[in-house]
């Protein structure tokens, strides 16, 4: 572009615009353009922080435990204790009366299905060097032995396992590796029936 052009093209603009029209992009009155001071600003962002963190702390929103979950008891240290007993017998009941499995024995096929407890027969010798079925039996780990329910041509499969907290890779959330073993096992189950 040539000078000459760009003059002109500066002196049409200038015909376009009255010249107090810069009154049309700023307010002509100090009064809006009040701005509250550092420290008001200060005091209201600490006032709605501590707040807020109060009620969070006294009623937390149950979308935050997932986030933080909350500390819990480890497992019982003599899974043969009383305590630990009644534990164990009453998520076996749980169990019994879980809905899915109440459904899936009223199915109209139910008497193509069987039910087993793998391990409930595991001889002890062996149970000590097994992962599974051993080192990780007991309350607040896997407390219940599994309930397998499993077509008799072995072609689907149906398993119930009860995970304890005590198995937590972080607090809340159940290991990963320990859920790949699980599979591991209940695969090896119906590939190895097949």
Known sequence: MSLRALRHLLHTSRRRFPPDSS????????????????????????????????????????????????????PPANPDSPESLAYTASLEEALQSLPLLNNLRNQPDAD?????????????????????AGALRGPGKLALIPLVRSKYDESEAIAFIHVGRGLCGHDGIIHGGLLATLLDEGLARTVSAS
């Open 112 to 132: 193509e299905w069987y039910e087993a407890r793998p391990y409930k027969r595991f001889p002890e010798e062996r149970r000590v060097n097994n992962l599974t």
């Open 23 to 74: 009154r049309l992009f700023t307010s002509s009155t100090s009064a809006n353009n009040v701005r509250p001071s550092g420290l008001r600003t200060l005091a209201l962002v600490s006032l709605v922080g501590i707040g807020a963190y109060t009620a969070g702390a006294v009623a937390p929103l149950p979308v935050f435990t997932f986030i933080a979950p909350r500390p819990a008891l480890g």
